[in-house]
């Protein structure tokens, strides 16, 4: 079974407009922590944002949100006022796993692009 | 911020070769990293665990004597892809936690390895 996953695999959004994208997990976990991952076409990964299983309040970080809930298992990310640069391939993430060792394991991801 | 640098970039090589890809935490003690492989608009795909000074734990399916992994230092592990065939073309990246091993950090990446084997 999927742990993360994402059912969008592209997304358009207008320039300055905002723009969800969808993450659901499945985990038995107490604690784990939900991430969002954003790669450009050169290939890097790049941390845009984190929520603890245990942070009651939705993480923020500049243009970008963690729309969390907990019960129905999903962390979607919210961008605000997209940018052209925003055009990339974004992963949700979840770390679980304490007794073996922690892993992270990925969603298939979304594209999103941005339109002028 | 923490810093994860990898080398090589990208590697062209012919069939056969064995080659290795480094990858460094600058300005942090890693005791764990990760190595990751990405087919071409796929996700990434969990290889192993780097463990410094012991044995590599390698998720299933994933070949331990085709894809070998030494984590020597607490800032260095290195992934070497042995006798390379055109079917380990692939991009692959690592990555390593500050801290502790716990839930509530985030992974930090190197900005992987291009390899394409002829």
């Known amino acids: 079974a999927q742990k993360i996953t994402q059912t969008q695999p592209g997304m358009f959004v207008q320039e300055k407009e905002a723009v969800t994208l969808d993450c659901t997990y499945d985990?038995?976990?107490?604690?784990?922590?939900l991430f969002w991952y954003k790669q450009p076409s050169s290939g890097e990964m790049i941390f845009l944002i984190y929520q603890g299983s245990y942070d009651e309040q939705n993480a923020t970080e500049g243009r970008y949100s963690l729309n969390f809930q907990k019960a129905r298992k999903s962390a979607n990310l919210v961008i605000s006022a997209s940018q052209l640069g925003d055009s990339a391939m974004y992963f949700c993430?979840?770390?679980?796993?304490?007794?073996?060792?922690?892993?992270?394991?990925f969603g298939a991801g979304t594209r999103l692009f941005v339109k002028a | 911020g923490a810093v994860v640098s990898q080398h090589p970039s990208r590697v062209i090589c012919k069939s056969g070769t064995s080659v290795k890809i480094e990858c460094r935490s600058l300005d942090f003690q890693a005791t764990t990293m990760f190595w990751y492989r990405q087919f071409p608009k796929q996700s990434l795909m969990l290889m192993a665990t780097s463990n410094e000074g012991s044995k590599a734990t390698y998720e299933q399916g994933v070949e331990k004597d085709k894809f070998l992994i030494n984590h020597a230092s607490l800032t260095l592990s290195t992934l070497t892809v042995t006798s390379a065939h055109p079917e380990d073309s692939s991009f692959y990246i690592c990555?390593?936690?500050?801290?502790?091993?716990?839930?509530?950090?985030?992974?930090?990446f190197g900005d992987g390895t291009r390899l394409s084997i002829l």
């Open positions: 985990t038995s976990d107490q604690s784990y922590g």
């Open positions: 990555s390593a936690q500050t801290g502790g091993d716990h839930p509530y950090q985030p992974q930090h």
């Open positions: 993430a979840m770390r679980e796993g304490g007794g073996g060792g922690f892993k992270t394991i």
